[in-house]
């Protein structure tokens, strides 16, 4: 069984002056095509620093990482920039847009820092305009982000993560910003990705969320300290 | 070994197809700042605008120098009688009412004969008097001239002919006149033939001269002739009916002045011991005077020396402040991409995390230095246009505050006549300067951003 990526008795460590941290102490998780998978637990457990390590933002200290079939644990900075905007969309919990730019330029962004900076052509611009509309957004387009509300600020960075069409969507409390309408749009917009096959993890605090996944698993200390819904 | 790598980490690039956008981008960032971007580009604009300024000045003195070069001849040496100041003069004279001074018929015997690389030595002589036809009158500069004056002052007939070698022989009362004083004297009338009234003498029109440009003057040596108010008359002629003696006695005052000859010219065989040839005249000539600076020695060639001064000053002074307002300008410019790239560090986490490479990072903010110093660089070639006007009004200044006194030395006088003249390749080179600059200074600043922790930067408030 091949799987969209795959996590093998991961350990990260931070050095905090001379003493070590130790954030991950051996993470081993699979995740099939199409998975959805929400992971839970107390703040300082190693939800983030998980997270980044499966997004290709940093390298673990041990184990190994594979995306497809190619260890990310051993690449260069360059290629976990490649990995990065070709095989994984983030979507952050204060969205993270670039201020000074519109809708539009936000959207376009990852396609900026394809391998061999191939043309913005034509495609890609009706690409752009089909994922503004899938968010609904079509007639923001030139609106920039003080201008938007949360929600919409959200479905922007969303429609950026999807751009370039990556397998993987990476997302570190999405909602924690948002009302409980807004967030109900956004997980909708996400059950409609992970329907399309595209494989979701989430970082998240809320049980009503994460029972909108397929599968949750619980951090403590590090490691995984169980899966399965435990309501309350 | 930092700028190495930093350069080398650029290698391959290959962002052409997205550049106009990357320029487009760049531009809307720095236009969040509109008032700080546009101060930091002082330094640029004033740097640029004196490297365009200082070359104008520089070729303008020497565009000035070549043409009166040109003009006077550069194979020619002039010297002139200078009338000296009152002091010696009196001293001199103690026992005359007649101040005697300038160039003597033996010096001019003594240049043309004993040197041997001066080929050609014309005389002249001037008075300004009254000239009269019927009953039109006019002050005119009476020059007895020989032959040659023609075309050593290039000089052309509109009618008839110049003086001859037999009028000078003959000491026949003939006279050419310029073109401003035939029209003034004669109008409608066509002069050829006629008679002008000079000192009681009468003297038959044979030619009249095409109107010239004033020549420009040099310095206090030689004053700007202008052609157009002369008469010409055969040297020879000249001083069997005027004399040497030049009497004034205008308002009651009497004062005599008595001068054989007003200038000689000297045309060298060739341009290469021109200035060799200078010092010999120079050496015959204080010899021959026992010291007394009744004469001037012009050689138009030494006026490219000093088109050289000029050019060597401003040089100089504008090339400090280019140099300075650079540099300067340069460090704003660092200091302000420092400060921006602390302030979007999680911007720089944002595009880090869509995938941009440590490179992508770099040509960034270095496209964003560039734009920035780039725009600087452009408007000041937009100033450095406007330098004849802006030097226009510079000098209109300094004339008030400095040279009122009138004491024009050769160096103000140049001052006064130059006009700048905008190198064209001087404004692509400034430009590219103010390029350079936004690299050097924005590398830095763009290096340190690029090599920012992903995740750091991302947490960054
Ligand atoms: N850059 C870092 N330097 C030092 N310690 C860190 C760093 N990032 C995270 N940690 C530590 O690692 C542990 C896990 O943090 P994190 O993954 O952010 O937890 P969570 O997201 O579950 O709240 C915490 O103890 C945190 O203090
Ligand atoms: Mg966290």
């Given at each position: 069984m091949s799987f969209a990526a795959q996590v093998v008795n991961i350990e990260k460590d931070y050095m905090l002056g001379t003493v070590p941290v130790r954030a991950l102490r051996g993470v081993s998780i699979d995740f099939p095509h199409g998975d959805f998978v929400a992971i839970m637990g107390s703040s300082g457990s190693g939800k983030s620093t998980l997270l980044n390590l499966l997004g290709a933002l940093d390298r673990p200290t041990r184990g190994k990482y594979l995306i497809g079939d190619r260890d990310?644990?051993?690449?260069?900075d360059d290629e976990l920039s490649e990995i990065r905007n070709e095989r994984i969309g983030f979507i952050f919990q204060s969205y993270n847009l670039i201020p000074q730019y519109t809708v539009l330029e936000n959207i376009e962004v990852p396609l900026h820092y394809r391998t061999g900076y191939p043309r913005i052509g034509k495609d890609e611009q009706s690409r752009i305009m089909h994922l503004a509309d899938l968010v609904g957004l079509g007639d923001r387009m030139d609106h920039r982000p003080f201008q938007l509300s949360g929600g919409q600020q959200q479905r922007v960075a969303i429609a950026r993560a999807l751009v370039n069409d990556p397998k993987i969507i990476l997302a570190d409390e999405p909602t924690g910003n948002l009302d409980s309408k807004t967030e109900e749009e956004i997980m909708g917009t996400l059950l409609k990705l992970n329907k399309e096959g595209r494989t979701i993890i989430m970082v998240t605090h809320e049980t009503q969320v994460a029972r909108l996944a397929k599968r949750q698993i619980y951090m403590k200390d590090g490691v995984i300290a169980g899966e399965g819904l435990f309501p309350g | 070994m930092f700028w190495y790598r930093s350069y080398k980490s650029l290698?391959?690039?290959?962002v052409m197809p997205n550049l106009l956008r990357t320029v487009q981008l760049a531009l809307k960032s720095l236009m969040l700042h509109k008032l700080r971007s546009g101060l930091t580009m002082l330094g640029i604009v004033f740097g640029v605008f004196s490297v365009i300024a200082m070359l104008a000045i520089g070729e303008g003195a020497s565009q000035q120098a070549q043409q009166q070069v040109l003009q006077l001849g550069a194979t020619n040496i002039i010297v002139r009688s200078v009338k000296p100041p009152r002091e010696t003069a009196s001293q001199q004279n103690?026992?005359?009412?007649v101040l005697r001074y300038g160039l003597k018929r033996a010096d001019y015997d003594l240049l043309s004969k004993t040197i041997p690389t001066v080929i050609q030595a014309v005389p002249i002589r001037e008075l300004v008097k009254a000239c009269r036809f019927l009953h039109r009158e006019m002050n005119c500069r009476i020059v007895g001239c020989t032959p040659e004056y023609v075309d050593m002052n290039h000089l052309s007939l509109a009618q008839g002919r110049f003086i001859s070698d037999k009028d000078r022989r003959e000491k026949t009362n003939v006279c050419v006149l310029a073109s401003g004083t035939a029209d003034e004297l004669f109008q409608y009338e066509d002069p050829l033939g006629q008679s002008v009234k000079v000192a009681d003498r009468r003297y038959t029109v044979v030619g009249v001269t095409r109107s010239r440009e004033a020549s420009a003057a040099i310095g206090g040596s030689l004053s700007g002739q202008d052609f157009n108010q002369d008469i010409y008359i055969p040297l020879e002629t000249m001083r069997v009916r005027m004399g040497d003696l030049d009497i004034d006695r205008r308002q009651g005052s009497f004062s005599a002045e008595e001068v054989q000859l007003n200038q000689i010219t000297l045309r060298i065989s060739d341009i290469d011991r021109v200035m060799s040839t200078a010092d010999v005249i120079r050496e015959s000539l204080a010899h021959n005077h026992k010291g007394s600076k009744d004469y001037s020695v012009v050689v138009p060639q030494e006026l490219l020396k000093q088109a050289e001064q000029i050019r060597t000053i401003f040089n100089v002074v504008l090339g400090s402040i280019a140099a300075i307002s650079l540099v300067v300008g340069g460090i704003g410019i660092m200091n302000i991409m420092l400060a921006t790239v602390t302030e979007r560090t999680r911007e720089i986490g944002i595009r880090r995390a869509l995938g941009a490479k440590q490179r992508d990072i770099t040509l960034q903010f270095l496209t964003e230095t560039i734009v920035l110093s780039g725009s600087g660089g452009l408007i000041g070639v937009l100033l450095g246009l406007s330098t004849p006007t802006v030097f226009q009004l510079l000098k209109t200044l300094a004339e008030q505050f400095f040279f009122e006194s009138g004491g024009a030395s050769d160096f103000s006088q140049m001052f006064k006549d130059l006009v700048p003249q905008v190198v064209p390749s001087s404004l692509p080179l400034a430009f590219g300067i103010s390029v350079g600059i936004g690299i050097l200074f924005g590398l830095y600043p763009a290096r340190s951003a690029a090599r920012l922790d992903p995740i750091e930067a991302l947490r960054h408030e």
């Open positions: 990310v644990s051993q690449m260069t | 290698g391959n690039l290959n103690a026992d005359s009412f």
